[in-house]
């Protein structure tokens, strides 16, 4: 039990009064001395007694009266467990409506409401979730209030807080959309308690209408459920938890679009990429799709056949397109097949095309002539960074040892790499590291101590790090090289350099990289050994290096057939490092002979270069940010300082560009919807973009592409089991409706309780009535004695006629014969 208005409960101070005036009342009689009083004492004592407990009976009911006045102004609460309990007092309801994907799918015909106008608008489960919603307002009594809260990857507070007005909250259902992604079920449970907070009826409940889908739930998470309950708790009355679980087809048939993937991190206009399109059956029996379309920028590119795809199975079809713009590039995918749920069977990805990758070498001795540039440590890796004409075109695959790229396909391509070789002994000429993607360290000995520091901050703001040690490496500062909280840069300690060439049967034998274990990203495309001459490299020397296993973000991405590590991987902070075993350069090895060379520096650079790019695929809350120079922004003026970003559904908000360091950036955090955003661009701002060849035409006119990606979970129909709602009922009253008639006996019943000062103003008004009749009473009895008889012996005398009776010569009275009747 509750209580609405606490503080009236002060008022049972006001049951001592009736004490207080009976202790008062309770004076001592004045003495009158009377001869005959002796006589009475008996009869005075048993009357005493008589009048006490009148008196304390009537205290009693007075206290009472008191108490039940004061406790009936507190307006006490009685709470209800049950889900249909009864009572008729006024409500706040929160209605949460599932808004995920998997809401979107074709609600059974049998089980489509008659009532609605336009069936063919209803005919997904979200349409049907709002038509339950209408008619759950219409069950509503007048001092009802109703909030309402949109649940998908965040949750949108769509009234937060709880009005009356029938007009108001029929409307804002009619404007609503399906923001797809996963419900977050505490999120969205939080928000309904948030809304139910600010209204001011004593009941409180919120009713969930979904699919039942399983992802979303996180009942594994109870801290964060514990929280909720805690929560819930510090309202007048915990709410109880209705789900209204919609009804579902007893056959699934639906394919997706599970993933869309590229080659590499970095997409340039150099080469072709590889896009991977990957279809997936979650359905309950085998489906034959008609095709994959592949789109760039609107435009149908390819379309290619799937094939039957079995229940539980997926197919990948690999497409392959070379950008010719840079600049942002929406990709987009589409399975043609009329399935049950047809949201997922597109997806959306941006990629940025980058026109130049800036990087920086650092190498142990540079050449002593432009003529001799093979004779620095980087004169190997300045070439294959940035030659100038390519006879291949590698397409993001390792040529194979016929000299042919795997694709087949000969063409001329400048890198997009755009390398600056700098010597050791000048390194302190570079005032900044971040005007580069990448920085490489050819067998360099050591850096100032400044400048590492630099570097190291470098790399935790996204920057990528290569590291290849040689001869003239220091081993003291490789090892001491720490970051603030005392942890190695490299993520492992350099041992000494090891000899690997050994005569065997008259033949030298040489340590070799195991192809088949690269497990870095940035080799993966050298992992095949049909393609790849990786594995015949002839390593003569190496430095053996040990892993720091206490470090979770310290990984080997490849090793020697000795056992040892040819590749160590340190991700710090947002950015990377990695580290080989060996130099660039012919001193330990043979590898710049060979035609894997090219790929694996160039594959090497990208995938170090990722981390640092724009973000442009988001998850749902992620914030969007996109960066201006300040010389750009200085140039397109004041008015260019304000863009406007369009979301999936059309609706636009314009954001301001802020100062942040050298750049200008607009953030935009609004990403609850999955799908294709665009930043538009002022007119100024985006010519001076045009100019320096970071976006085209197209984009300036269309706006700058981004996602937010949805999750492929959702399609993975699981419902929730009875082990899950008990779980779930562990941390807040959760009550199941299997349809909605129930949900509407539930409203009309006033769950979870009721006020209980109505019967409490009954029992005052028994109490007044009671006290009353007690008063009457008592005074009748008492005025009844004052005219009682007198009786001598065992007769009774009338004193008014008899007078005083003369008293017999030699007979005494004695006290016991005297009575008063």
Request: glycine residues 8%.
């Amino acid at each position: 039990m509750i209580f609405f208005n606490i503080a009236m409960l002060l008022g049972l101070i006001g049951v001592s009064v009736p004490i207080i005036i009976h202790i008062l009342n309770r004076r001592r009689a004045t003495v009158v001395q009377w001869g005959a009083m002796q006589f009475l004492e008996a009869s005075l004592a048993s009357r005493n007694r008589r009048i006490l407990i009148e008196e304390i009976i009537l205290m009693i009911i007075r206290c009472l009266l008191v108490g039940a006045l004061a406790f009936a102004l507190a307006r006490p609460f009685l709470k209800s467990r049950t889900l249909f309990a009864g009572g008729s007092d006024a409500q706040d309801i929160a209605i949460v409506i599932d808004g995920s994907m998997s809401m979107m799918r074709k609600a059974p015909e049998e089980k489509a409401n008659p009532t609605d106008k336009d069936d063919s608008e209803r005919k997904d489960n979200f349409h049907l979730a709002i038509s339950e919603a209408h008619r759950i307002i219409d069950a509503c009594r007048k001092a009802d209030a109703v909030s309402v809260v949109l649940a998908g990857p965040t949750a949108q507070m769509v009234v937060p807080t709880p009005l009356s007005d029938r007009d108001d909250l029929h409307e804002s259902l009619d404007d609503l959309s399906a923001p797809g992604g996963s419900m977050q079920v505490i999120e969205s449970l939080h928000a309904a308690t948030l809304a139910l907070s600010s209204g001011t009826n004593p009941a409180k409940r919120i009713i969930l209408i979904t699919d039942g889908q399983r992802i979303g739930w996180d009942l594994s998470a109870r801290k964060r459920w514990e929280f909720f309950a805690e929560t819930a708790d510090s309202l007048p009355t915990k709410p109880v938890v209705i789900v209204r679980t919609l009804p579902c087809p007893k056959e699934w048939r639906n394919v997706s679009i599970s993933a869309l993937s590229f080659s590499r991190k970095v997409v340039g206009t150099d080469r072709a990429v590889g896009i991977t399109v990957t279809v997936t059956n979650t359905g309950q029996s085998a489906i034959t799709p008609e095709a994959v379309e592949l789109k760039i920028d609107g435009e149908v590119i390819e379309r290619r056949a799937v094939g039957s795809i079995a229940s539980g199975g997926s197919n990948s079809i690999v497409f392959e397109h070379r950008f010719e713009h840079p600049g942002p590039h929406e990709v987009s995918a589409r399975v043609i097949c009329d399935d049950d749920l047809l949201p997922d069977n597109a997806i959306s990805r941006v990629v940025n095309v980058l026109k130049v990758l800036p990087v920086l070498v650092i190498e142990g001795k540079s050449s002593s002539s432009v003529s001799s540039i093979l004779s620095g440590d980087a004169g190997f890796l300045r070439l294959a960074l940035a030659p100038s004409i390519n006879s291949s075109k590698p397409s993001g695959k390792a040529p194979s040892r016929k000299g042919k790229t795997t694709t087949g396909i000969e063409d001329k391509q400048v890198s997009i790499i755009k390398p600056t070789v700098v010597a050791a002994a000048d390194v302190s000429t570079i005032k900044r590291f971040d005007k580069y993607a990448v920085v490489i360290l050819v067998d360099v000995p050591y850096l100032p101590k400044a400048k590492a520091v630099q570097l190291m901050q470098f790399v935790k703001k996204g920057g990528g790090v290569l590291i290849a040690l040689g001869d003239k490496a220091r081993r003291d500062f490789y090892n001491g090289w720490k970051t603030s909280e005392g942890q190695s840069v490299l993520g492992c300690r350099c041992l000494d350099i090891r000899s690997d060439g050994e005569e065997r049967e008259g033949k030298v034998r040489f340590a070799h990289v195991l192809v088949g274990s690269i497990t870095n990203p940035g080799l993966t495309l050298l992992s095949d050994p049909s393609v790849s001459d990786l594995g015949s490299v002839a390593i003569k020397r190496h430095w053996r290096l040990a892993l720091d296993q206490a470090d979770k973000n310290v990984s080997v991405g490849a090793t020697l057939d000795t056992g040892e590590p040819f590749l160590i991987q340190r991700r710090l902070s947002d950015g990377l490092v990695i580290t080989l075993a060996l130099p660039l350069n012919r001193e330990f090895s043979d590898l710049p002979v060979h035609e894997s060379y090219v790929p694996l520096v160039h594959e090497l650079v990208y995938y170090l270069a990722g981390p640092g790019q724009q973000p442009m695929n988001l998850q749902p809350g992620e914030q969007f940010v996109f960066s201006v120079p300040d010389s750009v922004m200085s140039s397109a003026g004041k008015s260019a300082r304000v863009a406007e970003v369009v979301d999936p559904r059309g609706q636009s908000r314009m954001m301001r560009f802020s100062k942040s360091g050298d750049e200008w950036q607009v953030r935009f955090s609004l990403t609850t919807q999955p799908g294709v955003y665009r930043l538009i661009l002022p007119a100024a701002l985006s010519s001076k973009l045009i100019k320096q060849g970071l976006i085209i035409d197209r984009v300036a006119r269309e706006g700058i592409p981004f996602v937010v990606k949805s999750d492929p979970q959702e399609s993975n129909f699981a419902l929730l089991s009875r082990d899950d709602y008990r779980r779930a009922n562990q941390f807040v009253p959760l009550r199941h409706a299997d349809n909605l008639s129930q949900v509407i006996a539930a409203i009309r019943g006033g769950v979870p309780g009721s006020e209980i000062w109505r019967y409490v103003a009954i029992v005052i008004l028994i109490l007044l009535v009671g006290e009353i009749l007690t008063t009457r009473a008592i005074a009748a009895s008492r005025k009844m004695h004052l005219a009682e008889s007198v009786a001598f012996g065992s007769k009774a005398v009338d004193f008014e006629e008899f007078g005083e009776p003369p008293v017999p010569t030699g007979k005494t009275v004695r006290p016991e014969e005297v009575s008063i009747r």
